[in-house]
């Protein structure tokens, strides 16, 4: 009895909320249909045809529309008609387990490059977009989920989720213009529009109406939602999961792969080291000032992959998909905190001498001496030490050698220069390739000196 009333006051709760919510849907993209009517082309290049999108707007308007009448008065019967089937939950639940999750954000950043002159267009990205808020408002009528996103912690981490990606296209479009351009020997967007404007009044009066219009919207988020505020920190009630920021999310997730000198010291050093030398690695002159792709493909490329397939996905991981004891849940999955993972990690060594030879790792006899125990070590370790020479010395000269971009990069950089340049893009590869091995193989560490609490 208790479990039914806690659903129907969830679907009460939420139906408020959808209400609101596709009304506002049907409003965007209403105002869209008339913006795309009297501004926008009928026909041809350089923007939306009016006859075919403008339509197509009022058509989501009306559907948005019928999707927020269906939510009035909160019953089962006519939310379960805008919510996502229970096989359609399932499959997204299994298609986010890390590993598939992952292959998936790396495979997006690549279609995001190669297809960037179709998804830049406006009606196409206003579709995704749409597409977007529709996945959403159809996932908020499940409880789990709608758990997990309403919280007021993680509300700014969705609506940033969104601004991500609007500056993400914003970026991408303004650099395939800037390509196209270029290409039929025209002059950038940025030196086309190089006038100048003064600082009073034009640009005071943009800061202080954006001021105005956000300190309205921040009282707005204040009355809406409920501060995050808790009791006193209390060492015999800890929550569970125990996250730390947002913004060090990415940092927490990384201690499942390394060890907590490397994912806390070393690894943000060498992001912060790596952002600071772009200036000295990057010989190439071009894309300064204004935005392109086709120029800088491979800074492009490297970008995208360290921060949306890197960074963000490791964020978004640890807030909506991390949940008790750090287990990991799927978008529809109940935080259970009994939920066991049976994990056997096992080092690169066990599985060189157990599992391949099958004998016992190498062991120092008791008698032995520290530089003999130091040298059982090192033969016990001695194939994740032959496999990361291979990698950092071995792979970036047979790149220098055996591709034509490398040895490109070789000549232009110098021997210095490409070695660093390629350690850091190894060592960026070495995080996901951890990531794929732990959660296919079990792999806990290439090399394993619990000796000198050293693992790697």
């Known amino acids: 009895m208790h479990g039914h009333v806690e659903i129907t006051e969830f679907y ?18 209403a105002l869209a249909a008339v913006y795309v009517w009297r501004r926008g082309p009928a026909s041809g290049r350089g923007g939306p045809r009016r006859a075919t999108t403008a339509p197509l707007w009022l058509l989501l308007a009306a559907v948005f529309g019928g999707m927020g009448y269906l939510a009035l008065g909160g019953e089962p019967v006519s939310l379960s008609r805008i919510s996502l089937p229970e096989s359609v939950r399932a499959f997204l639940n299994q298609a986010l ?61 969705v609506g940033m989720i969104f601004l991500l990606g609007f500056f993400t296209w914003l970026g991408t479009r303004r650099a395939v213009e800037n390509d196209e351009r270029l290409a039929r020997g025209e ?75 490397m994912a806390g010291v070393v690894l943000p050093a060498l992001i912060i080291f790596g952002l600071s030398a772009i200036p000295y690695l990057d010989r190439n002159m071009l894309g300064n000032g204004y935005y392109t792709i086709r120029q800088r493909r491979f800074a492009y490329l490297v970008y995208q992959f360290g921060f949306l397939a890197l960074w963000v996905s490791l964020i978004v991981i640890g807030t909506f998909l991390r949940g008790p004891n750090w287990n990991y849940f799927g978008l529809y999955e109940t935080w259970d905190v009994h939920k066991t993972a049976n994990l056997n990690n096992v080092s690169l060594s066990e599985y060189f001498w157990v599992g391949l ?33 291979v990698y950092f010395f071995v792979v970036p000269a047979v790149l220098a050698k055996g591709s034509r971009f490398f040895r490109g990069l070789y000549a232009q950089m110098g021997g210095a220069r490409y070695a660093l340049l390629m350690f850091l893009l190894l060592m960026m590869t070495l995080l996901p390739i951890k990531m794929l091995a732990r959660w296919t193989a079990n792999l806990s560490y290439l090399v394993a000196f619990p000796e000198y609490f050293l693992n790697l």
């Open 12 to 29: 009460q709760g939420v139906s408020g909320f959808l209400v609101g919510y596709y009304l506002a849907l049907a409003a965007m993209n």
């Open 97 to 157: 387990q890390p590993t598939w999750y992952t292959l998936g954000t790396f495979a997006a950043v690549l279609a995001m490059f190669f297809a960037r002159r179709f998804w830049v267009r406006p009606a196409v990205a206003w579709v995704i977009l749409n597409l977007g808020f529709a996945f959403l408002g159809l996932s908020m009528t499940d409880p789990d989920f709608a758990r997990i996103v309403g919280k007021p912690d993680n509300v700014p981490i």
């Open 187 to 261: 002059p950038t967007v940025e030196q086309r529009d190089s006038d100048k404007v003064l600082v009073w009044p034009d640009l005071v009066y943009i800061e202080l109406i954006c001021m105005v219009g956000l300190t309205a919207f921040l009282i707005f988020w204040s009355l809406v939602l409920q501060a995050p505020l808790e009791e006193p920190a209390n060492p015999m009630n800890t929550p569970n999961p125990s996250k730390a920021p947002w913004y060090f999310l990415g940092l927490q997730e990384m201690l499942l792969y390394f060890d907590p000198w």
């Open 357 to 389: 030879w099958h004998s016992q790792r190498p062991l120092a006899p008791e008698d032995a001496g520290a530089w003999s125990r130091f040298g059982y070590i090192l033969l016990r370790e001695s194939p994740g030490i032959v496999l990361l020479a």
